[in-house]
């Protein structure tokens, strides 16, 4: 197991950084494509509204305690109207922002983020580059929050890549019936509660639940378990030829090129004479590379977080060989270095727990000499197993 602890802290001290398009392959990249998705059903929903109608910027029964609701509650009633209109009037601008997950870039971050604001530095949750078109997040916070908080900061930050009467609409300075310097945030905060509302009334929090819920294939950090039994076909009478087996494994991921160690046991019996026994028993400490690939393109569905990871080891290989008859007992034990290689499929099931099917290639055991009988295992084994991991 130090090869274990060493591995952790190897890699612990790695760190990611990027910029890119959220599909799928980063921490916050599914949380960011459903809140998208949410806000384009809430702009869809929000068509059947005329711009005057009151209900816009007003708050409902679900959010009535919630302090989502607090950018709606403080307004006046020309407020309230004036909030409305102006939603309505950026509706075309924002829609096409919402459309697909290719027009708006996100960059991850894992520091914390600093604005600068009248020359004071600020920690904000979100900062967006309008000439950019770039919103950039702190991955870790963006998905501490829950859906609505998420649709709440991302309708925020979008209404900064709008214009109103032919200027960018900022956080700073009055607008309209929103005065004071804080004025123009108030209307943005209040125009994102009001999507916030209208995607909760269009269903579209309930609709991405089980998606938010299923497991994420970026994950870093794998523990695994799996059993399975595997055959050799040797031509020694001797050599024990089929077996069963388990393995434990942590795997760290960097990106998709990961890191592994593993521990493994199989064995088997064979009856090579009447009356007499052979019982052979393998482990194997093993570390190597792993690699995993995604062969579908949609990670919001459940079969676009499922994966193949190849795996390719170094195995440092224990076995024990015991032959026993009527009148014999005799145990030989044997080490060797080889090499083994596997291809798994993981497949998602729920909160962080995944299944696999497995086929590796393992190394063999042996030679062993026991009553002066030299047995050799010829070819190395074939196993099949079936896993489950923990992704954290
Ligand atoms: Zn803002």
Avoid at 224 to 241: D, K, L, N, P, R
Avoid at 358 to 384: D, H, R
């Amino acid at each position: 197991m130090n090869l274990f602890i060493a591995l952790m802290m190897v890699t612990s001290s790695w760190s990611w950084a990027s910029t890119f398009v959220g599909n799928g392959g980063n921490a916050g990249d599914i949380e960011w494509q459903v809140t998208l998705k949410q806000i384009n059903m809430a702009v869809a929903g929000l068509q059947d509204y005329a711009p005057s109608d009151a209900r816009l910027c007003t708050c409902n029964q679900t959010y009535s305690n919630s302090s989502t609701c607090d950018a709606l509650n403080s307004l006046n009633a020309e407020q309230r109207l004036y909030c409305g209109a102006t939603l309505k009037a950026q509706l075309p601008q924002l829609a096409p922002l919402v459309r697909d997950n290719r027009t708006v870039r996100v960059s991850w971050t894992q520091d914390q983020i600093d604005v600068l604001e009248n020359g004071q530095r600020r920690a904000v949750d979100a900062v967006t580059d309008r000439t950019q078109g770039t919103v950039t997040l702190n991955a870790d916070h963006f998905r501490s929050l829950n859906p609505s908080e998420r649709v709440f900061l991302i309708s925020h930050e979008l209404m900064h890549l709008t214009s109103l009467d032919g200027k960018p609409l900022t956080d700073e300075g009055p607008q309209g019936p929103f005065t004071g310097a804080g004025g123009s945030r108030a209307l943005v905060n209040a125009m994102a509660a009001a999507l916030v509302i209208q995607s909760e009334e269009s269903g579209a929090f309930d609709r991405y639940r089980r998606t938010l819920n299923r497991p994420q294939g970026w994950k870093q950090n794998w523990i695994s378990i799996s059993a399975g039994s595997g055959s050799q076909s040797s031509h020694s009478v001797f050599s024990v030829t089929d077996y069963r087996g388990f393995s434990l494994r942590y795997t760290r991921f960097l990106t998709n090129l990961g890191l592994q160690a593993e521990y493994a046991e199989r064995e088997g019996d064979r009856t090579p004479i009447s009356q007499v026994n052979a019982h052979e028993k393998v482990t194997t400490m093993r570390a190597g590379l792993s690699y995993r690939l995604f062969p579908f393109k949609d990670p919001l569905k459940v079969y676009g977080q499922s994966h193949l990871v190849f795996s390719a080891n170094v195995d440092f290989v224990r076995g024990t060989y015991n032959l026993k008859d009527a009148m014999n007992d005799e145990t030989a034990t044997s080490d060797r270095v080889g090499a083994s290689g596997a291809i798994r499929y993981e497949f998602p099931v729920v909160w962080g727990f995944w299944v696999s099917v497995a086929e590796t290639y393992e190394s063999l055991a042996g030679p062993y000499t026991v009553a002066g009988v030299n047995i050799e295992n010829e070819k190395n084994i074939f196993a099949t197993s079936i896993g489950a991991s923990y992704a954290f």
